[in-house]
């Protein structure tokens, strides 16, 4: 509903009740954009928190808590029967350990965000996931 000019959300309510002179539809409207708004922003901020909570702050891709979740989702279409098809690819991101040690951590945190860009320019159509410190996995699925 627009109200001085600008939009608003409103909830209206409409009731018939008997008169003397006859039926009457009687008509309520409560404005209520503060609390839509409010409930909107929250909503807004959840999944923003969610999805951030999947994501590996280094690389930018999934990490290992989205991975189990896409798992045990797997998991469950191949116990209800369903056809799944599906191939896990683990890669290791080889003597970061050294690299870290010898070159410093930053030389290591640039390895490994190099070798998160290899792996999801191979897995283009795949998600890619961080699953432990050195190690990534992509799920390539048929669809």
Excluded: W
Aim: charged content about 25%.
């Amino acid at each position: 509903m627009m109200l001085g000019g600008e939009p608003k959300y409103c909830l209206a309510k409409a009731v018939l009740v008997e008169e003397q002179d006859g039926p009457q539809i009687i008509i309520g409207v409560n404005n209520v954009d503060t609390q839509v708004r409010r409930e909107q922003e929250y909503e807004q901020k959840l999944a923003s928190a969610r999805s951030r909570a999947n994501l590996d702050t280094l690389t930018g891709v999934k990490n290992r808590t989205a991975y189990d979740s896409m798992s045990e989702t797997l998991t469950r279409q191949i116990e209800l029967g369903q056809s799944v098809r599906y191939a896990i690819a683990l890669c290791r991101v080889k003597d970061l350990e050294q690299v870290n040690e010898t070159q410093g951590r930053e030389a290591g945190d640039r390895m490994l965000r190099d070798a998160c860009t290899l792996i999801c320019n191979t897995f283009k159509h795949s998600p890619v996931f961080r699953v432990a410190g050195d190690q990534f996995a992509a799920i390539a699925q048929e669809h």
